[in-house]
Every structure is written in structure tokens, then in C-alpha cells.
């Protein structure tokens, strides 16, 4: 774990309540309750490298303007011992505080130190997470959607590991319910056409090449076996053949793209252990359901959302009850903390019944997070590509990864918070220059990786520096990059608490641009020999926090391009 920025942040906060205690002891400010009081980085540079709100958040207290209150607090400050060397009012009465010289070479230290580990934290404090994302239905193709959502819960997980969560990742298949049933209906149509051509297709049916293809090889295996059998047992055997092999297409497919899972859990079992069951028995025995026309209603008034039907008048068990039984699974069956689910926006009226649902159970429905994502629009020459999955003409996942590379793909889709869509530019994905931001960052760190090789070859290779020599970096390209690298371990850290890593792929992007400045500005070799060991320190420091950030999203750091 990163020492540096979490010592500086935690000797500011004790300076300035410091400060004000002194200050009401002096009598420069009335007695009061310390007020709480922010300390973060600003945004801009000239406004110092840390900012502090605190006499706008004592005004009320202190019964002063915050300005009077800010002189006060910065007459009785002592920055001895800590990472910065002065502190100045601006505006209304911000505390804005500067680093000292010392503070660079240091992190440029701790990353040495850390190597691999620079960037981890611990903010979970091992709390145990379930990652859900994907967990497409097993009835055809993944779409590009899916690819989204693969990337995104892919990259979350990572980044809440790094921060400190024991995460677990997984693929829920609904291998039950309303969506495989039309999918037997579907397959079985395309069987039976193969020795009926007129036997009819059902209106709201799959009709993607998928289908098709699984009845003729159900058909090459049994021939007309099935023709004069049973629907119903007809359905049963098709759906029992082709499930399990479009289950292992997504399985395939995904590996393909990266994203590898824990636990495949299958909807199916809730059904057969009984979980499914359970849910609505339990729902009962604590006086949150009732009867209405033949159904079995949720009280979901009592937890903040509309009633809604749990059991039809037919007695089949609508949409939610699996979900809720699975996640009475997720939460007290297998006693996970978190449960994290990755599901596209249109899911956005289904989440407060789930959280109703877990709160009925007698659970914390905070313990339920769900990350909402947007559409994706994918773009060629300009124009938006059309898609329809149910006709059969969408461009899948597969063919996505056929076109671009997975870096790319895992990099771009990576690149937009949740909530924002996205128009994803085929063309662009597969530019080689510095208009495809991967192509930018891997090239950043392709430079570094020759810096090093043409260092190497005239005998010259990194090693640890003095602090005297790390002094040496004084340039404000030198110290603009440091700073950005110093930020690392809080930006993961806020990328697991606002579950949004599209900030790492931001801030990679932010590391290159100004490496590339300071490669352009500073000599490296031929510099002197301790300020080339300092320079030389700076790459290796760029070249580990480039990986490190990378290897979040399962993107590649190549040392050639």
C-alpha cells in the first residue's frame, strides 16, 4: 500500500485541527466544536496540490466570515515534520497547501518499494463481494451490450480487489423461465421445418442462425426421432441439447474477450433445491404478501416501491422470485457482504422491487448495489450501425472481436462512466496513432520500455537513487508527472467507491500525455550522471504505474510498437 499521499493527507488533517485548537486556545476564534472539513486535490495546479475547505465549514460555528477564520487557522499552523512547505489563502478563505521538495523523491521511492503492489489499498478491509455481470441469456450470441457489461464488472472487480475487497466473480445463467421456453419453442419450429417446411414459427421467436444451426446438428444426431413425439417432450430434448452448447459458446467467447468467472451459477438449480420456493414461503411467514384475483401480491408500499405480483393467478411465479431466491443466496446462504450487479438501464424499474424484496427479508438492502450502464451505438464512418438480435442480423460480440482488437475494445468500452452512452467507433478502434487512446497509452509506455533497452546497451540501467540525486528533479514536467503518479492508489481507491473504472482508463490516459511532455522537455541521457539516475527512476516509476493501471482491465503493456 501507497504510504506517501495517505501520510501527507492524514498530517494535513491533523496541522489544521491542530491549528484550530490552538487558535480557539489563543482566542483568535471563539470556542466551539471542531467542524468537519474536506481536504482534497484540486483540480487546479495553481491552487496548491492540496486544497482545505475548513473555514467555510466553520463559519457557522465560529460565527466569523470564513476568510477571518482562514487567517486564523494559518497563524497558528505548523507544517514541521509533514510533506509540505507552505500554505496560502485564496478566494473566500480556502487553505491551499504546497509539497515540499522531498515529497517527490519519496513517492518516486514508494513506487520502487511497491513495484506490482503500488496502487492496492485497504479500503475493503476484506469485506467479501459478488461481482454479477453479463449473465446473458443462454439463447444465443452475446451482443455488444454484453460486451459493455464484460469489461465493465471485469474491471470493477479488479479495481475492488485492489482496494482491498475479497471479490468473487459471476456469471448467472437463467437457464429457466420464460426466455428458454421460448427459445424450445423456437428450435423447435426450425426442427421440425427440416421435415415440415410449413410447420409454423412463433411470433415472438429467436430467430437468429444460431437456432437453426442447433436444430440441423440436434437433427444430424436423431434424424426424425423427435417428429411424431410429444411438443412438449420434443421441446424438452432440444432445449437439453442446445442450452448446454450455447452455454459454452458464451463461456468461449467471453475467455476470448478476457473475462473469466469464478462461478458459473445456473437459475436452474434455485429450482431444484427449492430456493425459489422458500422465497415466496418466506415472504409469507413475515405478513408481506397477499391475495388478489387468484395472485400472490408483495406488499412493496412497506419498503418504498409499488405492490407487485409474486405468484400469478396460474400459479407460475413471476420474473423476481428467482432473483429473489438468488439472492437470498448471495447474501445469507453464502454470506457475502456486497452483492454488485452490472446490468444494462433498462433494468432500472426492476432494482427498487429487489431492494424491497431484500429488505422484507429482514436484510440491509444497502447490502445490494447495482451499477446501471447505458446503451452502446456502434459507429462506422459515421454512421450507426443497426442492430436487432431477434432478426438475426445483430452484430455479436464475436464479430466485434473479429474486427478489433481486445485491447481496444476492453480499453474503449472501459473509457465511459456507467451511465453515459456510448457510440463506439469501429474506425477508431482500429487506428494506429495517437487518436485511438490505447493505442496512445501502450505507446507511452512502448517509448519507456526503448528508453531503457538504448540505456541498457550503453550500460546504464536503473537503480535505486539517493534522495539527493531524486532532488535533482526540478523541471515542472518532472514534478507535474510525479504528482499524477502519486495519485494512483487514491484513484483506484475511488474507482471501487464510486464503481466506476473508466477513471483509470482516464487516468492512464492523463499519465502518457505527460510523460510524453517530459520526454519531449528532458534529456535523459547525457544529463549528468545522477540527474540521469533520477530521470531514469522517474521512467521505471511511469513504466510500473502504466502496467499496474492496465492490468486492471487485462489490457496489454507492450515494450515494442
Known amino acids: 500500500m501507497s504510504q506517501i499521499v495517505e501520510q501527507a493527507r492524514a498530517q494535513l488533517r491533523e ?7 490552538q487558535a480557539m486556545e489563543k482566542g483568535d476564534l471563539p470556542q466551539a466544536q471542531v467542524p468537519g472539513f474536506a481536504l482534497e486535490v484540486p483540480a487546479d495546479r495553481a491552487h496548491g496540490d492540496w486544497s482545505c475547505n475548513a473555514a467555510m465549514a466553520g463559519a457557522k460555528a465560529f460565527h466569523a466570515a470564513p476568510r477571518k477564520i482562514a487567517e486564523a487557522i494559518a497563524a497558528h ?29 519519496a513517492v518516486l521511492q514508494d ?9 492496492k489499498s485497504n479500503l475493503g478491509q476484506g469485506r467479501r463481494v459478488l461481482v454479477e455481470y453479463v449473465s446473458a441469456n443462454p439463447t444465443g450470441p452475446m451482443h455488444i451490450g454484453n460486451a459493455r457489461g464484460g469489461v465493465l464488472g471485469d474491471a470493477l472487480s479488479a479495481v475492488l480487489e485492489a482496494a482491498g475487497y475479497e471479490v468473487e466473480r459471476e456469471f448467472y445463467v437463467n ?13 423447435e419450429a426450425r426442427y421440425m421445418q427440416l421435415f415440415q417446411p410449413d410447420f409454423p414459427f412463433p411470433e415472438d421467436g429467436y430467430a437468429g442462425e444460431d437456432v437453426t444451426e442447433n436444430a440441423k446438428a440436434f437433427a444430424e444426431i436423431h434424424g426424425d426421432k423427435y417428429v411424431h413425439c410429444d411438443s412438449e417432450a420434443r421441446r424438452k430434448a432440444l432445449i437439453s441439447y442446445a ?7 458464451l463461456h468461449d467467447d467471453l475467455l476470448r474477450y478476457r473475462v473469466e468467472y469464478d462461478n458459473w451459477f445456473h437459475e436452474s438449480a434455485l429450482h431444484e433445491g427449492g430456493a425459489v420456493d422458500r422465497a415466496v414461503e418466506l415472504m409469507k411467514e413475515k405478513g408481506f404478501t397477499y391475495e388478489k384475483e387468484g395472485a400472490l401480491w408483495f406488499k412493496g408500499e412497506s419498503f418504498g416501491c409499488e405492490d407487485f405480483v409474486l405468484v400469478r393467478s396460474n400459479g407460475v411465479p413471476t420474473y423476481i422470485v428467482p432473483d429473489i431466491g438468488y439472492h437470498y443466496n448471495k447474501l445469507v446462504t453464502r454470506g457475502f457482504d456486497l452483492a454488485i450487479n452490472v446490468l444494462g438501464a433498462d433494468h432500472h424499474g426492476y432494482v427498487p422491487r429487489l431492494r424491497a424484496t431484500i429488505a422484507a427479508l429482514g436484510l440491509d438492502p444497502d447490502r445490494l448495489q447495482v451499477v446501471l450502464m447505458q446503451m452502446v451505438n456502434l459507429v462506422r464512418d459515421g ?6 438480435k431477434r432478426s438475426g442480423k445483430a452484430i455479436t460480440m464475436a464479430n466485434l472481436l473479429d474486427e478489433v482488437p481486445v485491447d481496444a475494445a476492453r480499453f474503449l468500452f472501459n473509457s465511459y462512466e456507467p451511465n453515459t452512452k456510448i457510440d463506439f467507433d469501429l ?47 526540478t523541471a515542472p514536467e518532472e514534478l507535474e508527472l510525479i504528482r499524477q503518479l502519486s495519485g494512483f492508489t ?17 487516468y492512464v490516459v492523463a499519465i502518457s500525455t505527460l510523460f510524453h511532455k517530459f520526454y519531449n522537455t528532458c534529456r535523459v541521457k547525457g544529463a549528468g550522471e545522477g540527474l540521469t539516475a533520477a530521470r531514469l527512476s522517474l521512467c521505471t516509476a511511469a513504466k510500473t504505474v502504466l502496467e499496474n493501471a492496465l492490468a486492471l482491465f487485462k489490457v496489454t503493456a507492450p515494450e515494442t510498437m
Open 15 to 21: 496541522a489544521v485541527s491542530g491549528a484550530i485548537s
Open 77 to 105: 499552523l505548523s507544517l514541521e515534520g509533514t510533506w509540505f512547505s507552505q500554505c496560502e489563502i485564496a478566494g473566500p478563505g480556502f487553505l491551499n497547501f504546497t509539497y515540499c521538495p522531498s515529497f517527490y523523491g
Open 111 to 119: 513506487i520502487e518499494r511497491l513495484g506490482k503492489d503500488y496502487g
Open 175 to 187: 437457464d429457466a423461465g420464460n426466455q428458454v421456453n421460448r427459445y424450445g419453442f423456437s428450435i
Open 243 to 249: 442450452i448446454p452448447k450455447n452455454i459454452q459458446v
Open 383 to 388: 454512421e450507426t450501425v443497426k442492430l436487432s
Open 427 to 473: 474506425d477508431l478502434a482500429v487506428q494506429q496513432d495517437s487518436q485511438n487512446p490505447v493505442y496512445y497509452v501502450q505507446y507511452a509506455h512502448a517509448r519507456i520500455c526503448s528508453i531503457l533497452r538504448n540505456l541498457a546497451a550503453d550500460g546504464i540501467e536503473p537503480r535505486s537513487c539517493t534522495p539527493e540525486e531524486l532532488a535533482l528533479l
Open 490 to 506: 487514491d484513484e483506484v481507491a475511488n474507482a471501487a467507491r464510486n464503481m466506476d473504472p473508466a477513471r483509470i482508463t482516464r
